[in-house]
């Protein structure tokens, strides 16, 4: 049974870092893309940022570049995802998603993604 663990979440004021972890079971992920996603009170869930499986190449969504950084410890079975310059905006649940696809550019999209942790929340205060 494959798992996606998320951890790491928690509450920050604005201007915080956080960095958020995915440990995979049940199967190994170091040749498939990984990528987190969120999802506001109210809101649809979104993209925030993907990795390839080999790591060199990214990708983030507009709102987050420049503040957050994705990377992978393949030998871990583990993504990361480390949040700078929080703001009241970020504050969502977080999920991480793998691929069973072993293609080079990461994804943005949800539908492309075949496994999803449980979640964990981020709350940012002003």
């Known amino acids: 049974q494959v798992q996606l663990v998320e951890s790491g979440g928690g509450l920050v004021q604005a201007g915080g870092s956080l960095r958020l972890s995915c440990v995979a079971s049940g199967r190994t992920f170091r040749m498939n893309p990984m990528g987190w996603f969120r999802q506001a009170p109210g809101k649809e869930r979104e993209f925030v940022a993907a990795i390839s499986w080999s790591g060199p190449s990214t990708r983030y969504a507009d709102s987050v570049k420049g503040r957050f950084t994705i990377s992978r410890d393949n030998a871990k079975n583990t993504v990361y995802l480390q949040m700078n310059s929080l703001k009241p905006d970020d504050t969502a649940v977080y999920y991480c998603?793998?691929?069973?696809?072993?293609?080079?550019?990461?994804?943005?999209?949800?539908?492309?993604?075949?496994?999803w942790g449980q979640g964990t929340q981020v709350t940012v205060s002003s």
């Open positions: 998603a793998g691929e069973e696809s072993t293609r080079f550019y990461p994804s943005p999209l949800q539908s492309d993604y075949d496994y």
